[in-house]
């Protein structure tokens, strides 16, 4: 199955600094890649997703990822920290004929401190 | 647009009792999931269904049961509720047409089993 790992479970920046939020993954195919936002006690919500058109996607709120095949990478970066990006990330993956299942990362708690 | 919605939004069980999750989507979607949610362990499929009458387990499928009659609805059963089955449940639907899209996931539902 394909599957991603999340490396860090708790990242701590301050207001202004960068974000970034590191992901691999692993698929013998092209995958189909994601990122998820989830705040406090609500549901998960697309920040971006790669799916074999450019490299470098561009989300909401500032976000970007970068696929980079050689290194089976799909790190999260925000150039600029804000109080209101604090909450848990996830990495996802599907690979087409899978069923179309996401399998995701463990997530990652980003906290912004002032 | 509501979107995927979930009820309830919490509920707490007895050890042995049964109950019934629901879920409901309004975007004609032809695939709908549902993930369990447990700290430090991501979010893992449940079961999942490619469209009305065709469903299939995913990562985590004992003691839950689904099923969809229809498109919209895609409710998950619990048989026989124990304390491991603790956890937030998500319900998420996607588009199968022209390749997949994102996933788009409800609220949420809060179970406790004591």
């Known amino acids: 199955a394909q599957s991603v790992t999340q490396l860090g479970s708790h990242v701590s920046v301050s207001e202004g600094a960068l974000v970034l939020l590191r992901c691999n993954y692993s698929?013998?195919?092209?995958?189909?890649l994601f990122w998820y936002v989830q705040y406090p006690n609500q549901g998960l919500q697309l920040l971006l997703k790669y799916t074999s058109a450019a490299t470098l996607v561009k989300g909401i709120n500032g976000f970007e990822a970068e696929f980079k095949k050689s290194e089976t990478s799909f790190h999260l970066t925000k150039p600029s920290a804000h109080m209101s990006d604090a909450a848990e990330y996830f990495c996802?993956?599907?690979?087409?004929?899978?069923?179309?299942?996401?399998?995701f990362g463990k997530g990652t708690s980003l906290l912004v401190t002032p | 647009n509501a979107g995927v919605t979930q009820t309830p939004k919490f509920q707490v069980l007895k050890t042995g009792q049964s109950m019934t999750l629901q879920c409901a989507q309004d975007?004609?979607?032809?695939?709908m999931s549902w993930y369990r949610q447990d700290p430090g362990m991501g979010l893992r499929l449940i079961h999942y269904?490619?469209?009305?009458?065709?469903?299939d387990q995913g990562e985590v499928p004992n003691g839950y049961n689904v099923s969809r009659s229809t498109t919209e609805d895609f409710p998950l059963r619990l048989l026989s509720a124990a304390p491991s089955q603790t956890s937030v449940y998500f319900c998420?639907?996607?588009?199968?047409?022209?390749?997949?899209?994102?996933?788009?996931f409800g609220q949420g539902t809060r179970l406790t089993v004591v």
């Open positions: 975007m004609n979607h032809e695939y």
């Open positions: 996802a993956v599907i690979a087409p004929g899978s069923g179309y299942a996401l399998n």
């Open positions: 698929s013998s195919v092209p995958p189909y």
């Open positions: 998420a639907s996607s588009s199968l047409g022209q390749g997949y899209s994102e996933a788009f």
């Open positions: 269904s490619v469209g009305a009458g065709i469903t």
